[in-house]
């Protein structure tokens, strides 16, 4: 049987003087006794696997509400998959993998249904009640809001994961991190996250663009992207399914390996020998080649324009806000339209942080059956 500790001598043995150790974690907010077997890293993981926030996120919007197919991906689908490609990035750079996959996993738990368009609109309405922002309600569902533990709130997960969530940054995340050390960078498994993240979204959007016909492959062909172009020639086929399945790996291979090859770059021309390095660097250390970020910029650019901006997303982002628009403001308006539990959370906490946390854990389909119930009168309530 192989123990915790062992674990943890052989993280000291394998993983780079730079990779964050379970062994040298910060710790908790309550105290708790070692786990015989799993570091805390690793239990941090399972602890969110196991919550409610992670099994909602089956039925959370990533770019297709979830009864337009069953083949498009959802917030959860894309959580896996970028904590497999955090793993491989962790894996080759010699960082801690366990870290790397537990702040993966965590990292969207906080997303509204309807995806960005729910989180714009909820921060909309939240303008005077403190916003709303999807990283600070990842914490909050990870230190309050999850109820699985009779000693303490939340998951009580370690400093360094909770620090990896708050920290969390793409071009459309950012968050209050002033308890959490700002004027340091946090540790190279959290920056990996960042890039796992996008590169996820990024090649499985281009996927699921090509898959429901917003996007045609003759449209990306004349787009003349240089990513495109570069698995083009990696794979010389016949437009089809098999094809489309061939060149979404490839791109992601070219992405995943850039990234690895230029922060190995990174961290030997900064001398980078330990945690305490990383966190007082000036920059961040995980990133890609300057060819490949102006690169990778233009595929999105393009997703943006022709995907994101096509007018049925656009629809379905409008209609959406409108229904979380009408269940927030019945909610304020009459509380006791909300169930008991939520009913009883107002009082220590503000009317419209309770009526925020309760939609911001709603899944596309319980929002719709919500509205429903709420507002058509032939819908029993």
């Not at 990533?62 to 498009?72: A, K, L, S, T, W």
């Not at 370690?158 to 969390?168: A, F, L, N, Q």
């Not at 004027?183 to 429901?212: K, M, W």
């Not at 990306?220 to 790996?249: C, F, K, S, Y």
Request: aromatic share 10%; with cysteine; net charge negative.
């Amino acid at each position: 049987m192989r123990l915790r500790t062992e674990y943890e001598r052989l993280e000291e043995e394998i993983l780079a003087p730079y990779a964050m150790k379970a062994s040298r974690s910060r710790g908790r907010v309550y105290a708790e006794d070692e786990h015989p077997y799993r570091t805390a890293y690793q239990k941090d993981r399972d602890r969110i696997i196991h919550t409610t926030a992670f099994r909602r996120l089956e039925y959370k919007t990533q770019v297709f509400i979830n009864y337009e197919g069953d083949y498009y991906r959802t917030r959860l689908t894309h959580t896996l998959e970028a904590a497999q490609i955090g793993r491989t990035i962790a894996r080759a750079l010699r960082l801690n993998e366990d870290l790397t996959e537990a702040i993966t996993l965590a990292h969207d738990l906080g997303h509204t249904p309807f995806g960005h368009a729910g989180e714009e609109v909820l921060n909309e309405l939240m303008a005077n009640h403190g916003g709303f922002n999807h990283n600070e309600q990842t914490l909050r569902i990870v230190t309050e809001l999850e109820h699985r533990y009779p000693d303490f709130p939340g998951l009580n997960l370690t400093w360094e994961v909770r620090e990896g969530i708050i920290k969390h940054e793409t071009e459309y995340d950012w968050a209050d991190t002033s308890d959490y050390e700002p004027h340091l960078r946090p540790t190279l498994e959290a920056q990996v996250v960042n890039f796992c993240d996008e590169i996820a979204y990024t090649t499985h959007d281009l996927d699921d663009g090509l898959r429901s016909g917003i996007l045609t492959f003759d449209q990306v062909e004349e787009a003349n992207l240089a990513l495109w172009q570069e698995v083009r020639r990696m794979v010389d086929a016949p437009w089809g399914e098999l094809t489309r399945h061939r060149l979404i790996r490839k791109l992601i291979n070219l992405l995943v390996t850039d990234l690895i090859t230029e922060t190995a770059r990174r961290l030997r021309e900064h001398d980078i020998g330990s945690v305490e390095d990383v966190r007082r660097c000036e920059h961040m250390l995980v990133g890609y080649s300057a060819e490949m970020r102006e690169k990778h910029r233009e595929l999105k650019r393009f997703l943006y324009e022709h995907m994101y901006r096509h007018y049925r997303v656009v629809r379905m982002a409008i209609k959406s806000q409108r229904i979380l628009r009408d269940l927030f403001q019945a909610y304020v308006a009459e509380p006791q339209q909300l169930p008991h539990d939520v009913q009883r959370r107002i009082g220590p906490v503000p009317l419209h942080r309770v009526v925020a946390d309760y939609i911001a854990g709603m899944t596309d389909r319980y929002a719709l059956q919500e509205w429903d119930r709420l507002f058509a009168p032939w819908e029993r309530t």
